[in-house]
C-alpha cells in the first residue's frame, strides 16, 4: 500500500485501483509508458519494437520486444488488469519465434520500429553504435562493413510478464518452469493509484520472489555456464588479470569527454577526475570515486560523473571503460586496453618486475 504525507504532516493511505477504472487502456497507456520508460520492468532495457509480427504462418503480435544489457532478447507481454489464463503461454510461443532471430535480424527491426515512430531515417551504422554502446562490457565489439554490431543472440530469451495482478493460474505454472527447466520468467505487478488528480504506479516484482531469486540466478547461471562453450569475460576481470590494472592505483576521467557545456573545468589537482581500482570483480564494486569515497562500476561511475556535469539520465546506456584513462599506459583508455590486449609489462616508469 502506498501512503501520501499530506502538508500538515499526516498520513494518507491511497487505495489501490484497477487501470482499466481510471480509463487507462493496454496498448495505448501501459504499452506506450514501458516503450518510453522500459525501467518500469524493474532493469534498463532496450526496446527493439512493439506489436512485433514478423513471425511466419502466424498472425500473433508480441507486445515488446528488447534487448537486456548482456545482449539476451527480453519478450515482454503487458496486462492492463488482471493476467489471463494463457499470458503465460502466449509468451513462452513469442520466445519460440523470438528464438530464431540473428543480431542483425533485431537491428533491423529496432531500425524499421524507430525511424517510424520518431519520423527520422536511422541507419544501420547509428543503430549499430547504438547496441555496442547499450551492450555491457561493449569494448570487445565490432561492426560489420554494413555497420550492423556483430554479436551472438542467446537462443533462449528471457520473458517478463507484466500485469495488475496474477493468479495461481500463472504464478503455478511460472514457478514450475523457473524452478525445474531454468527459464528465465519475470512476474511484476503493476500497482495504480489515484492522488489529487494524478496517476500514480508501482511495479513490484512478484517472481521470483525477492527470498529465491539470488538462489534462482545462481542456479540459471550454472545452467548456462554448463550450456554454453565460451563467454567473453567482464572488462574489469581481464584488466586485473593482465596486471594492467591493479588495487590502490589511480585512474583518470579523459579530458577529451567532457561535454563541452560541463559545469567543470578538468583540472589534473581535482580529485573529482580521479578514481581508485578497488581490486574487486563484482558487478558495482570496482572503483572508487575520489569526489565523494563511493564505490560504483565503471559504467556506474561515469554516468555519475556525467550527470553531475551536465544533468545526463543515468539510465542512459554508455561503456564506462570508454570514459577512464590509465597514466601508466600513456593515458590510454581502458577500453583501448582491453581490446588491444595489452598487459602490465607494457605500463611505464616501473622497472622490470616491479609491483608496486
Known sequence: ML????????????????????????RQDLQEWTIEQPRILGEDLLVITSEYANFEDTRDRLDILA????????????????????????????ASYC????????????????????ETELTPESVGQTFVDFIGESD???????????????????????????????????????????????????????????????????????????????RREKQEKQQQRSRRPAAINVLLERGVLRPGER???????????????????DDFWWATVTGDTGQSDNVQWEHDGEVY?????????????????????????KYWCHPKFDDRTLSHLRSSEATGTERSGELEGDQA
Not at 70 to 83: F, M, N, Q, S
Not at 159 to 174: D, M, Y
Request: one cysteine or more.
Open 3 to 26: 501512503f501520501s504525507v499530506e502538508e500538515e504532516g499526516t498520513l494518507e493511505g491511497l487505495k489501490e485501483q484497477d487501470l482499466a477504472d481510471l480509463g487507462l487502456l493496454e
Open 67 to 94: 534487448l537486456d544489457q548482456t545482449g539476451k532478447l527480453v519478450v515482454v507481454e503487458l496486462k492492463r488488469d488482471r493476467a489471463d489464463r494463457t499470458t503465460d503461454l502466449q509468451a513462452i510461443k513469442y
Open 99 to 118: 528464438a530464431t532471430l540473428t543480431a542483425e535480424d533485431v537491428q533491423k527491426d529496432y531500425r524499421e520500429f524507430w525511424s517510424s515512430r520518431d
Open 140 to 218: 570487445s565489439l565490432t561492426t560489420s562493413s554494413d555497420g550492423w554490431a556483430e554479436f551472438e543472440l542467446d537462443q533462449k530469451p528471457r520473458i517478463v510478464l507484466a500485469a495488475g495482478s496474477f493468479g495461481t493460474e500463472i504464478t503455478a505454472p511460472v514457478m514450475w518452469l523457473i524452478e525445474e527447466y531454468g527459464m528465465d520468467i519475470t512476474c511484476r505487478r503493476i500497482e495504480a493509484y489515484e492522488h489529487q488528480g494524478r496517476v500514480l504506479l508501482n511495479s513490484q516484482q512478484v517472481i521470483p520472489v525477492a527470498e529465491a531469486e539470488e538462489y534462482m540466478t545462481k
Open 251 to 269: 585512474v583518470k576521467y579523459d579530458p577529451e569527454r567532457v561535454p563541452a557545456d560541463a559545469n567543470r573545468t578538468w583540472d589534473e589537482d
Open 297 to 321: 562500476s565503471f559504467t556506474g561511475l561515469t554516468k555519475e560523473v556525467l550527470h553531475e556535469l551536465v544533468g545526463r539520465d543515468r539510465d542512459e546506456a554508455l561503456n564506462g571503460y
